[in-house]
C-alpha cells in the first residue's frame, strides 16, 4: 500500500483517481468476459469456430483495453487535449479512407483493415471529438471574441457528413446527441435551440426518406411487420430467463440470436442469469454517468466540466440504445454495450474514453499533497 506522503507518479495517481470510476469500470469489463463465455459459443459454433472463439479473443481485447484505461487516466487535462487533437486527426483522415478502401459489410463501409487487423475508425473518433469540442466551448466562454463555438459546429459538421457517408445513422444520433447537451451546457442561446430543433427535425425526416434500411427499422419498430427475428428472440430472452436466470449455459433461446455476443448480449444476461443482474448492469451505468455529470458541476474549468460531461453522456447515450434495442423499446440499431459487447475496436475506443474521465475528475496533485502535510504528525500547517 502506498503511504501518503509517497509523491511517486503512482503513489499521486492512486490518492488522487476516482477509485468508484475505477470500480465501476473494472466491473463492467469483468461482467463482459463472463457474460462473453455464456452467449458467443453458440455463435461461434454456427459459423464452424471453436466453442470459445470470440470469448478468448474478447480477453485478449480486454488485455489492451485495461492498459489504456490506466495508461489515459495518468495523464493531465493538456496531455489530454494533445492526445485528443492527435487522435481526432488521424481518424478523420481513417475516415476518409473508409469511404474508399473500408470493408463493406451489409451495404455500409465502417471498417477499415490496417496490417490484417480490422479498425471501426468512428470508435474512436467520438471521445477525440467530444474532448476537442468541449476545448472548443471552453475557449469561447474564457474568451467570447475567440469562435470556438463557431469551430465546434463546423467539426461537427465533418463528423456528421463523413458518419452519413458510410452511413452510419446510430453514431450520427449519438454524436449529435452528446455535441447537443455540451453546447447547451456551454450556454446555448435559445435561437440556437430553435434552430438546431428546427435541423434535427427535418435530418430526421431526411433520413427516414433517404435511406431504406433506416425507414425500415422504424417502420418495423411501429408495426411489427417484417422481419423482427432478432429484436424479437431478445425480448424473449430476457422474459424467459425471469428474475432469477435459466442459470449458466441453459440459455435456450440465446442460441438462436444471431448477434447474441455482441449487440445482445444483454439479452444473453437476462436469459441466463435473470432481471436481477440486468437491473445490476443497468445500475452501474446510471452510477458512471450520475456520478460524472455531480463530478462535472463542481468543477471550475470549463473544459474539465463540459469534456466529462459529454465523455459520460456518450457513454451512457450508447448504453440506453443498446439496452433499448435489446428489450425492443427502440428501433433496431447495430450498437455496442460498452465494456461488455464483443468488439476490439468498441472495447478499447470505450477503455480510452473512460481513462479521459478518471484523468479529468483526479482531485489536484497539489490538494492532496497539503492534506498528507496537514495530517502528518507535527505538522505546521493550519488546516483550511
Known amino acids: 500500500m502506498k503511504s501518503r506522503l509517497d509523491t511517486s507518479p503512482v503513489a499521486t495517481w492512486w490518492w488522487t483517481v476516482d477509485r468508484w470510476f475505477l470500480a465501476a469500470f473494472l466491473s463492467l469489463m469483468g461482467l463482459g468476459i463472463v457474460l462473453s463465455f455464456a452467449a458467443s459459443p453458440a455463435v461461434a459454433e454456427r459459423i464452424g469456430l471453436s466453442s470459445f472463439h470470440f ?59 490496417v496490417a490484417g487487423v480490422s479498425i471501426q475508425p468512428s470508435e474512436f473518433l467520438k471521445p477525440a471529438f467530444v474532448v476537442i469540442s468541449a476545448w472548443f466551448f ?11 463555438n463557431l469551430f465546434a459546429t463546423l467539426l461537427l459538421a465533418v463528423v456528421i457528413a463523413l458518419l452519413i457517408a458510410q452511413p452510419d445513422i446510430g453514431q450520427t444520433i449519438l454524436i449529435l446527441g452528446t455535441w447537443g447537451v455540451m453546447f447547451f451546457m456551454a450556454g446555448m442561446p435559445w435561437l440556437w435551440i430553435v434552430l438546431i430543433g428546427g435541423v434535427g427535425v427535418a435530418g430526421a425526416i431526411g433520413v427516414y426518406t433517404v435511406f431504406p434500411h433506416v425507414a425500415g427499422r422504424i417502420d418495423r419498430f411501429l408495426t411489427g411487420e417484417g422481419d423482427t427475428f432478432q429484436v424479437d428472440m431478445g425480448r424473449e430472452a430476457v422474459v424467459n430467463g425471469g428474475w432469477f436466470g435459466v442459470g449458466p449455459g441453459e440459455g ?33 451505468f446510471a452510477f458512471i454517468v450520475l456520478r460524472g455529470l455531480m463530478t462535472a458541476l463542481k468543477e ?34 447495430g450498437m455496442t454495450l460498452p465494456f461488455i459487447s464483443y468488439g476490439g ?9 473512460m481513462g479521459m474521465v478518471l484523468a479529468l475528475t483526479r482531485r489536484k496533485p497539489e490538494k492532496r499533497k497539503t492534506a498528507a502535510l ?6 505546521m500547517i493550519p488546516a483550511e
Open 55 to 113: 470469448a478468448t479473443r474478447q480477453i485478449v481485447f480486454m488485455i489492451p483495453a485495461v492498459i489504456a484505461l490506466l495508461a489515459v487516466s495518468f495523464m493531465n487535462a493538456r496531455q489530454i487535449r494533445r492526445f485528443s487533437l492527435v487522435m481526432l486527426c488521424l481518424t478523420l483522415v481513417m475516415m476518409v479512407a473508409v469511404l474508399f478502401f473500408g470493408i463493406e459489410v451489409k451495404g455500409a463501409r465502417r471498417w477499415l483493415s
Open 138 to 148: 471552453a475557449e469561447h466562454r474564457r474568451q467570447p471574441d475567440i469562435p470556438g
Open 252 to 284: 435456450t433461446i440465446k442460441r438462436m440470436i444471431p448477434d447474441s455476443h455482441a449487440d445482445f448480449v444483454f439479452s444473453v444476461a437476462g436469459e441466463e442469469f435473470g432481471i436481477i443482474l440486468c437491473l445490476l448492469i443497468m445500475s452501474i
Open 300 to 333: 471550475e474549468d470549463d473544459f474539465t466540466r463540459f469534456a466529462v460531461s459529454g465523455l459520460v453522456v456518450v457513454f451512457g447515450f450508447q448504453s440506453v440504445i443498446n439496452m433499448g434495442v435489446n428489450l425492443q423499446l427502440m428501433p433496431a440499431k
Open 345 to 353: 475496436s468498441s472495447l478499447i475506443a470505450i477503455a480510452i474514453s
Open 374 to 379: 496537514e495530517r502528518a504528525p507535527g505538522n
